[in-house]
């Protein structure tokens, strides 16, 4: 009886003949679409997660201004770099004279107060924007760039080049950095974003360096790459086709959170004396500058500390939500 | 033609613990269309072999052979650069697990593409910067190497290749992933096409696919297989002949009716009696007792004989010589088997 009762539900009525069946399958076949959208974004992944985070929201907004500040300093900056009004005026204050030179009193408002020089502080922090996003990015850029090929290079053929090119990383690891970029600035000789630049940049290397070795190490035992060497692909092209890609993660991670350790590096090395020359707006020099003054007016080197703090704050949070948002296993198990 | 001929072939690798003998003294020959199968335990240097002919070998390995012969050349008289130009063009390889063996951040598509591009002279530069380039704006979907991208993958049976190109390995499923590696492997018509283990990560329909795949490959390219497995079935359903490895060392060889129908040497009498058969029902299968040694410097000649259920003394004492023990050319070294017409192969 049972089988009866089973066998009824698909009697012969129902069933689909097989052309029919077929003219049927092809018709869904067709529509449905053959792109599968899942993982197609890595942006989006990335996007979702930094909106999903205030902390990313926040740092991501002020790496944004910061950036266009610096882009458009001459607009937004109220004064010319160079002017100069009363000295050591406080902060929400009024220098009163002839400055536009047309022989009339002006009345010009300084929003964060003026240096001991009479240069506009707001005005020399904008632009000092410029200067830190420069040295930031072209130190960061150097670094990466030698840093990287030093790691591919080293993780790639190993042996005796790994040990080689390690030891030299191993080396500078032991070096305190500023000290070693004070050193190169001095055999460099004079000041200048160049030197600067520079001395700051192979003092990164090491950190890029050991962090593509170790990515390096692991990708290329996978079976991908022993596969494109099995295709006949040469040495040099696994290394940047197959293995670098592979690696670009961990890598973009560690260039955004360079980037604040390299605006304090310079801000540092101005801040010693070291760094740019001393005309040049910068907030390490702003801040040494203050320095003496700090009795008299607090305000010259407390408003540069804080644009430096706020930046490397940004960035951090800016690089730790990337972090988090290339990897994948952690990703993975918050959205569970 | 001999497509391929190895004699004495050595793969050692020095080690801390003592040099490891991966693949020791093994012969092998293919002929033109021919598909061979390489049988045997995990561990016993299947892989090292066939990495070992395309001289895939990293260090500390280090490859020997009285005769490396691929089409009457010898391989281990290449340069480095010259290898390159036979990787992938004149003899490709596949991979086990095709989860890993495609580069999770090109396009399958590109992946065919580049092959293409690196061997055959088309036009294409593929120097770094045109890759990057490419990388950039996307290939050109009107390339000549694209659009022989898109004919393999029809050819592996890729529904919809146009768009299916454009995706990602991890868009695709392990099964069309190795059709994808298959493609990539053949696009250049290779002469000979060493697959290891293409179809372990696979469940038994795919497998048949893939199984299917290779034949007809056969058929279409005429390229030579090397197949290599430790799965008895596949080699029954899809060999020409069939090699038996064990520790580093063949131990049988004859045609695949041959050798199923009658097995001499103890390890492939044991192999099959380990593996389930549909035909005649049996209680409980028969395992190989212990596990193979560690290819070490082995102490004993005979490199079965711990395991073998019909060792004698001798066996741990005298090298067991290839000799002839049924129809044509089915061989097995072992002294403890009768030569039929009294035939011992001497190894030297």
């Known amino acids: ?336 | 033609m001999t497509m391929l001929q190895i004699e004495n072939l050595r793969t050692e690798f020095e080690t801390p613990r003592g040099t490891v003998t991966a693949v020791n003294g093994v012969d092998l020959h293919i002929d033109n269309g021919e598909i061979v199968g390489l049988v045997g335990e995990s561990g016993s240097g299947k892989s090292v072999l066939a990495q070992s002919v395309m001289r895939l070998v990293e260090d500390p390995g280090e490859i020997t052979a009285d005769e490396l012969l691929f089409k009457g050349e010898p391989l281990l008289e290449k340069s480095e650069a010259e290898m390159t130009t036979i990787r992938g063009n004149e003899i490709s390889m596949v991979f086990q697990d095709p989860m890993n063996s495609l580069n999770p951040t090109i396009t399958v598509g590109e992946q065919i593409a580049e092959t293409v591009r690196l061997h055959q002279d088309i036009g294409e530069s593929i120097s770094l910067p045109a890759e990057m380039k490419r990388k950039i704006i996307g290939a050109s979907k009107a390339s000549e190497s694209w659009r022989r991208a898109i004919e393999m993958l029809e050819s592996v049976q890729i529904p919809h290749p146009e768009s299916r190109a454009t995706d990602y390995p991890h868009e695709f499923s392990g099964g069309m992933r190795q059709r994808a590696m298959i493609a990539i492997a053949l696009s250049c018509e290779p002469d000979l096409l060493i697959a290891d283990e293409p179809t372990t990560a696979l469940d038994v329909t795919i497998q048949a696919q893939i199984l299917e795949e290779l034949h007809s490959i056969l058929e279409v390219f005429d390229t030579s297989i090397l197949l290599i497995t430790h799965d008895l079935a596949v080699v029954a359903e899809t060999c020409d002949r069939v090699n038996v490895m064990y520790a580093g060392e063949m131990v049988e060889r004859a045609t695949t009716r041959e050798l199923f129908s009658n097995p001499q040497h103890p390890y492939t009498q044991a192999l099959l009696a380990s593996t389930p058969q549909v035909e005649t029902a049996v209680e409980e299968l028969e395992p190989i007792p212990g596990t193979v040694p560690e290819p070490i410097d082995i102490p004993y000649a005979c490199h079965f004989a711990p395991r073998c259920p019909e060792a004698k003394e001798e066996c741990f004492e005298v090298d067991p010589a290839f000799r002839r023990v049924g129809s044509e050319d089915h061989e097995a070294a072992c002294i403890r088997r009768d030569p039929v017409d009294g035939e011992v192969i001497e190894n030297e």
């Open chain 1, 1 to 336: 009886m049972s089988n009866d009762h089973t066998t009824a539900g698909r009697s012969d009525s129902d069933a689909l003949d097989p052309d029919e069946r077929e003219r049927i399958a092809r018709r869904y076949r067709d529509e449905s679409p053959v792109e599968s959208t899942e993982n197609r974004g890595v942006y989006r992944r990335i996007r979702d997660q930094i909106l999903s985070d205030k902390k990313a929201i926040f740092g991501a907004t002020m790496v944004l201004l910061f950036v266009f500040t610096a882009m458009f300093a001459p607009m937004i900056a109220p004064y010319e770099q160079d002017e100069t009004f009363g000295i050591n005026q406080e902060p929400n204050s009024y220098s009163e004279g002839d400055y536009t030179g047309n022989g009339e009193i002006d009345r010009v408002w300084h929003v964060l107060g003026t240096d001991s020089f009479g240069h506009d502080l707001f005005t020399r922090i904008v632009f000092g924007a410029r200067i830190s996003l420069l040295v930031a990015l072209t130190t960061v850029a150097f670094a990466f760039t030698v840093g990287t090929a030093i790691g591919l290079i080293a993780g790639y053929y190993g042996g005796l080049i790994d040990e080689l090119l390690m030891r030299y990383v191993d080396f500078q690891w032991a070096f305190p950095s500023i000290i070693l970029a004070a050193g190169l600035i001095a055999f460099l000789g004079g000041l200048g974003v160049t030197n600067v630049v520079i001395a700051i940049g192979v003092a990164f290397i090491d950190d890029f360096a050991r962090l593509v070795r170790g990515e390096v190490l692991s990708i290329r035992e996978e079976e991908y790459v022993l596969a494109a060497r099995a295709i006949g692909t040469s040495d040099r092209r696994i290394m940047t086709k197959e293995i670098l890609p592979n690696a670009v993660a961990p890598i973009i991670v560690q260039m955004t959170l360079m980037i604040p350790l390299a605006i304090i590096a310079e801000a540092a090395l101005s801040f010693l004396g070291l760094g740019v020359k001393p005309t040049t707006p910068t907030w390490g020099l702003l801040l040494a500058e203050g320095r003496q003054y700090i009795n008299q007016a607090w305000w010259i080197s407390v408003f540069p500390g804080l644009a430096i703090m706020v930046v490397v704050l940004a960035f951090n949070m800016f690089g730790d939500s990337l972090r988090d948002a290339f990897d994948v296993k952690q990703s993975e198990v918050s959205e569970k």
